[in-house]
């Protein structure tokens, strides 16, 4: 049994299917929860069962932000997406540091 929850992705296209981060594309044709309107894709944390970060793909670099801050933070930028999970993962950590302080 996993300790892991996603929303249902059947007519999403997976470009980063790990255990426990998950991260697909959305567009205006394939629409999840309004975020198409700013984004090319969404990274979900299958432990929170949330959306943890969104981006789009521009010149080949994954660019995006944090979803669940009430500020903007940006996480690092990436030649691909697993290395754009691997950055949210570290940026959702240091998040969580920081509120603990």
């Not at 426990?20 to 959305?26: D, G, I, L, S």
């Not at 932000?65 to 949210?88: G, P, R, W």
């Amino acid at each position: 049994m996993s300790n892991y929850a996603f929303p249902n992705l059947s007519t999403f296209e997976v470009i980063f299917n790990g255990r426990r981060y998950k991260a697909f594309r959305v567009s205006k044709s394939n629409p999840f929860k309004d975020t198409e309107e700013y984004a090319d894709f969404v990274v979900w944390d299958g432990l929170y069962d949330a959306q943890v970060a969104h981006g789009i793909i521009k010149k080949k670099k994954y660019i995006g932000f944090l979803s669940f801050s009430h500020i903007e933070i940006q996480v690092d930028t990436a030649n691909d997406i697993s290395s754009f999970v691997k950055n949210t993962s570290k940026a959702q950590l240091r998040f969580f540091r920081d509120m603990e302080r």
